[in-house]
Nanobody, 124 residues
Framework: QLQACGGGLVQAWGSLRLSCAAF????????MGWFRQAPGRAREFVTA????????IYADSAKGRFAISRDNSKNTVYLQMNSLKVEDTAVYYC???????????????????WGQGTLVTVSS
């Protein structure tokens, strides 16, 4: 089970750090991804990190502002979001893809395990 937390209300240009913790499963041998879904829009990829942190990828909208990291000793993945914009408002989901792939991957179809989501609201 994956549990995302850390969402909330923040003003534009502010920061938030989301966490995704695993319970009953070990994340150390998984690729982890963050996705988001804004109201009325399809779910979209944000960022992903492979099992040992050697590979990360970002959506263009996240590059330079967001950073994904992981602490396998804590079974947790993080998403640091800086310089937040109103258009970043969405429910953010973490997802897991078992395996020790050398490369992180973006398609949501490759992630079989999903957390429940945490809402991030950015006000102007």
């Amino acid at each position: 089970q994956l549990q995302a937390c850390g969402g909330g209300l923040v003003q534009a240009w502010g920061s938030l750090r989301l966490s995704c913790a695993a319970f009953g499963v070990t994340l150390s041998r998984t690729t982890m991804g963050w996705f988001r879904q804004a109201p009325g829009r399809a779910r979209e990829f944000v960022t992903a990190i492979n099992w040992n942190g050697s590979s990360t990828i970002y959506a263009d909208s996240a590059k330079g502002r967001f950073a994904i990291s992981r602490d396998n000793s804590k079974n947790t993945v993080y998403l640091q979001m800086n310089s937040l914009k109103v258009e970043d408002t969405a429910v953010y989901y973490c997802a897991a893809r078992p395996g020790t792939s050398a490369a992180a991957t973006s398609p949501s179809s490759e992630y079989p395990y999903w957390g429940q989501g945490t809402l991030v609201t950015v006000s102007s």
